[in-house]
């Protein structure tokens, strides 16, 4: 069983800083695309960057040149840098693999980012 656990949200200002983390458990981790995601209150959880097993990265327009995404195998474990935050981007935020290749989503961790 695959288990996901975030961490790193908080409350931040604008233009502020977070570093978000995602524990991977119960399967091989390095052997897959993972990805993360984000959900806003009243929205449908959205994908916001993704990284393969070789490190290429993807990011969705709203976040691009300011979120960055990385990997470190041998702590199966998925980053999210946030920098240059908004208050649009406030969300809970799940990692994942990539669509379709999805697991039983995690708890997540809420960034909230105050104007």
């Known amino acids: 069983q695959v288990q996901f656990v975030e961490r790193g949200g908080g409350l931040v200002q604008a233009g502020g800083s977070l570093r978000l983390s995602c524990a991977v458990s119960?399967?091989?981790?390095?052997?897959?695309?993972m990805a993360w995601y984000r959900q806003a209150p009243g929205k449908q959880r959205e994908l916001v960057a993704s990284?393969?097993?070789?490190?290429?990265?993807n990011y969705a327009d709203s976040v691009k040149g300011r979120f960055t995404i990385s990997r470190d195998n041998a702590k199966n474990t998925v980053y999210l840098q946030m920098n240059s935050l908004k208050p649009e981007d406030t969300a809970v935020y799940y990692c994942?693999?990539?669509?379709?290749?999805?697991?039983?989503w995690g708890q997540g961790t809420q960034v909230t980012v105050s104007s």
């Open positions: 119960g399967r091989a981790f390095s052997n897959y695309a």
């Open positions: 994942n693999g990539v669509p379709g290749w999805q697991y039983d």
């Open positions: 990284i393969t097993l070789v490190s290429i990265t």
